[in-house]
């Protein structure tokens, strides 16, 4: 059965990189046609995703976060890797891992996320 487990620190000073590692086990991030997705929830806030690191290394960014937003991923730790810079207190959220399966990127996003780690809260503050 597939696992995944967020790890990072959880807490962050404004201006800094909040970096967030996924650990995967139970399957391999590099198997076809599976897309390793970042998805936070802010405080009393609906779910947002904020992108995708493909089977094949391909990455795909929310467009509101693109450009404070890295994924990477390592594939001889089977982990994949969130970045995102010049934090402020709205970027306070649980973080969550997530896997899903498709054809295509459009195929999987349709069918949604079939796994799903437990969350990590990070709080951005001075």
């Known amino acids: 059965q597939v696992q995944l487990q967020e790890s990072g620190p959880g807490l962050v000073k404004p201006s800094q990189t909040l970096s967030l590692t996924c650990t995967v086990s139970?399957?391999?991030?590099?198997?076809?046609?599976?897309?390793w997705n970042w998805i936070r929830q802010p405080p009393g806030k609906g779910l947002e995703w904020m992108g995708a690191i493909a089977y094949s290394g391909s990455t795909y960014y929310s467009p509101s976060l693109q450009s404070r937003t890295s994924i990477s991923r390592d594939t001889p730790k089977n982990q994949f890797t969130l970045q995102l810079s010049s934090v402020t207190p709205e970027d306070t959220a649980v973080y969550y891992c997530?896997?899903?399966?498709?054809?295509?990127?459009?195929?999987?996003?349709?069918?949604?996320?079939?796994?799903w780690g437990k969350g990590t809260l990070v709080t951005v503050s001075s």
């Open positions: 997530a896997r899903a399966v498709g054809a295509t990127y459009y195929i999987a996003m349709t069918y949604g996320m079939d796994y």
């Open positions: 139970g399957g391999s991030i590099t198997r076809n046609y599976y897309y």
